[in-house]
Antibody, heavy 120, light 106 residues
Framework: EVQLVESGGDLVQPGGSLKLSCAAS????????MSWVRQAPGKGLEWVAN????????YYLDSVKGRFTISRDNAKNSLYLQMNSLRVEDTAFYYC?????????????WGQGTLVTVSS | DIQMTQSPSSLSASVGVRVTITCRAS??????LNWYQQKPGKAPNLLIY???TLQSGVPSRFSGSGSGTDFTFTIDSLQPEDLATYYC?????????FGPGTKVDV
C-alpha cells in the first residue's frame, strides 16, 4: 500500500519560512509526478504545486509562485515544499499527494497532512 | 483559471436513498473530471477519475457521468459510512481546481 508521510508543519510568523517534507514508500517514487495540495481549516481543497518525475518541470498556483518551491530527491524517496514569505492566508493543512499522470490524471494517493499555521 | 462549482453545498438523506451531486466547470474540460471523498478529520480519497471510472476498491454504488462542462456524481443506496464531503476536481489544465465541496449527512 502506498505510504505518504508529511512532516515539518509548525507555527510561523508572517514573513517567515518553513520547509515541509513528505516521505514516500511502497511504490516506485521516481516513476510518479508528485503534488502538494492544501486545505485551510474548515475550507475546501486547493492545489499548490506539481513536480515531474525527474524534477525537470514544476507548476505552481499563482498565489504561491515566487514564494514556494517544490522539489524532490528520488534517491531518498522524498518530496519537499520550501515556503518563504509566508502569509496568514497560507495557513492550512498541507497534503502530499501522488499525481497519476497519463491520458487521465488524478491524485490517487494522499498523505495524512501536516498543519502550517501562519500567525503573529 | 477554470472555476468549478458544485450543488448542493450540503444535503441530508436517509440510508438507502439515491444521492446526486452536480459539478459544473466554467469552460469545457472534456472528461477530465475526478471525484474525491473526504471523511471528517481524514485526507481525501479518490473515488472516480476521468468522469466515470471507479478507482480500484471503491464500492460500485458510486458512479459518475457527464462531459464538457456538466457532470454528475451519484451514490446509489446511501450508506452510513458515506458521511463525508465530496469534491470534484478538473485535471484539464493548471491550476488543477477543485469544487467547493458537497457535505453529505446521513
Amino acid at each position: 500500500e502506498v505510504q505518504l508521510v508529511e512532516s515539518g508543519g509548525d507555527l510561523v510568523q508572517p514573513g517567515g519560512s518553513l520547509k515541509l517534507s513528505c516521505a514516500a514508500s511502497e511504490f516506485t517514487f521516481s516513476a510518479y509526478w508528485m503534488s502538494w495540495v492544501r486545505q485551510a481549516p474548515g475550507k475546501g481543497l486547493e492545489w499548490v504545486a506539481n513536480i515531474k518525475r525527474d524534477a525537470s518541470e514544476e507548476y505552481y498556483l499563482d498565489s504561491v509562485k515566487g514564494r514556494f518551491t517544490i522539489s524532490r530527491d528520488n534517491a531518498k524517496n522524498s518530496l519537499y515544499l520550501q515556503m518563504n514569505s509566508l502569509r496568514v492566508e497560507d495557513t492550512a493543512f498541507y497534503y502530499c499527494a501522488r499525481w497519476f499522470y497519463s491520458s487521465s490524471s488524478y491524485f490517487d494517493s494522499w498523505g495524512q497532512g501536516t498543519l502550517v499555521t501562519v500567525s503573529s | 483559471d477554470i472555476q468549478m462549482t458544485q450543488s448542493p453545498s450540503s444535503l441530508s438523506a436517509s440510508v438507502g436513498v439515491r444521492v446526486t451531486i452536480t459539478c459544473r466547470a466554467s469552460q469545457s474540460i472534456s472528461r477530465y473530471l475526478n471525484w474525491y471523498q473526504q471523511k471528517p478529520g481524514k485526507a481525501p480519497n479518490l473515488l472516480i477519475y476521468a468522469t466515470s471510472t471507479l478507482q480500484s476498491g471503491v464500492p460500485s454504488r458510486f458512479s459518475g457521468s457527464g462531459s464538457g462542462t456538466d457532470f454528475t456524481f451519484t451514490i446509489d443506496s446511501l450508506q452510513p459510512e458515506d458521511l463525508a464531503t465530496y469534491y470534484c476536481q478538473q485535471s484539464y489544465s493548471v491550476p488543477f481546481t477543485f469544487g467547493p465541496g458537497t457535505k453529505v449527512d446521513v
